[in-house]
């Protein structure tokens, strides 16, 4: 029973040892408070003691980290050595001891502040507006721009006058609605959308459904007897539980 | 080269080097080499004589190699700053005495050192809220970094700001009195109840 938990005890020691290890290097604690040849000859117990396969790899990261630690020692002294070997302990003495004037003008001697400029020039400012101006329009995204082409003028023009096209017809189509229910009461939705051709009709359901989402027209489904009814509106009504609703066109589904 | 072909790159190189075109301040040597060409050094040299008569000069930091088209290029002061002339820039003289405490401590311990231990020093002189917010400026304008251990490291700026060794041993020359220096000016600072 005493073996594993020696075998446990020398894992515990070796974590222990990797765990400080760490901490000096991570928290740029003085690589000095460690005592490495007492660490290694700890590892060496431990090495002799325990020879299995497990164990040597936590052998071999501790010996990773004490070699990290001797390789701070070793950047510690060449950054002491350009220090003049200075004293952490005494230059924080001094720090303490003195008053706060006279650690600033200590430290305005080895401080000499970047200098730059974060203000923009007039100079600048026009090279930025020149720059602008001279960047070409994105390819198919931007309509406006600061020099716009005769051409797109026009096409601007005839897109304009078709919007204001469907408008009207639109609000044509509203009146029609208007009218047929006064005279007839609920509309079949495909008794008023089928006039003349495909075309025709196709258009005046797609123009009907903007009336159904404005909320100028009310639409009733019936399942069970395969109806649509429409109900127009003068006024606009709000919708409370706004839905959809699909109707196939030119196939045997309705 | 002509006269006036050289002028107009010493221009270029001023307000390459005065203007701040990126995150940090400086321009790195290929960027010069590409607006100035090849003797791009020549360039700078002349800036340079030209600024020393203003109290600047151009500084080169060099990477890990002495390659000055990997170098980066600053324009800093020539000479040390007058405590006069720190208020004037708009320092306070407790911010920069922050900067001071924690710059020395981490120059005397190899560039690392625990922000807890420096703050256990700032304490002994400044309210807990006023060096952790000073601190956290000159973490903020690239003197100090702060790892996610809470361990605090020589920023960039410092790196190029500050000679560390005339640092400490400025600090190490230091009185425990409050001397002031023959010649110079300062102006009484309502701070210095707090100390």
């Not at chain 1, 040597?56 to 070793?74: F, G, N, P, S």
């Amino acid at each position: 029973m005493s073996e594993p938990k020696k075998v446990k005890l020398t894992r515990e020691e070796l974590e222990k040892i990797i765990k400080i290890c760490e901490s000096v290097e991570k928290r740029g604690l003085d690589p000095f408070t460690v005592n490495v040849k007492e660490l290694l000859s700890t590892l060496r117990k431990a090495l002799e003691e325990n020879q299995e396969l497990d164990h040597y790899v936590l052998d071999a990261e501790t010996m990773y980290k004490i070699a990290a630690i001797i390789a701070l020692q070793h950047k510690w002294l060449r950054d002491s050595a350009q220090a003049l070997f200075v004293d952490a302990q005494l230059i924080g003495t001094k720090l303490l001891a003195a008053d706060k004037k006279s650690i600033v003008r200590a430290f305005l001697k080895a401080w000499r502040p970047i200098i730059s400029l974060e203000q923009v020039t007039f100079q600048r400012l026009k090279q930025g507006i020149d720059y602008f101006l001279g960047l070409p329009p994105r390819s198919g995204e931007r309509v406006w721009g600061w020099k716009i082409s005769d051409r797109e003028v026009e096409l601007l023009k005839a897109k304009l006058a078709a919007e204001e096209d469907v408008d009207e017809k639109i609000r044509m189509l509203h009146q029609e609605l208007l009218r047929e229910y006064e005279s007839r009461g609920e509309i079949d939705y495909w008794d008023f959308i089928r006039r003349g051709g495909f075309e025709e009709s196709f258009e005046r359901a797609y123009l009907l459904s903007f009336l159904i989402t404005e909320g100028f027209v009310d639409v009733k489904r019936n399942p069970l007897k395969n109806e649509i009814k429409l109900i127009p509106r003068r006024e606009k009504a709000e919708r409370k539980r706004p839905s959809s609703l699909v109707i196939v066109m030119g196939g045997e589904a309705r | 080269m002509s006269e006036d072909s050289f002028s107009k790159k010493l221009m270029t190189a001023a307000a390459m080097l005065l203007f701040r075109s990126h995150r940090k301040p400086g321009v790195k040597g290929w960027e010069l080499k590409y607006r100035l060409g090849k003797n791009y050094m020549k360039v700078i040299d002349a800036l340079n004589s030209h600024l020393k008569r203003l109290g600047l000069e151009v500084k080169t930091v060099f990477e890990e190699e002495k390659d000055f088209d990997k170098a980066r290029f600053y324009v800093t002061l020539s000479h040390p700053m007058l405590l006069s002339d720190l208020v004037t820039a708009g320092w306070s003289i407790d911010e920069v005495a922050v900067l001071a405490v924690a710059l020395s401590i981490l120059a005397s311990r190899g560039g690392k050192a625990p922000m807890k231990e420096v703050l256990e020093i700032l304490q002994t002189k400044l309210p807990r809220w006023k060096a952790e917010s000073y601190l956290e400026r000159a973490i903020r304008r690239g003197y100090i970094e702060k790892t996610d251990e809470d361990v605090l490291l020589m920023g960039w700026r410092a790196k190029v700001e500050i000679d560390q060794r005339e640092l400490l041993k400025s600090m190490l020359e230091l009185q425990p009195e409050n001397r002031q220096e023959p010649g110079e000016k300062t102006r009484p600072e309502k701070q210095d109840q707090e100390f």
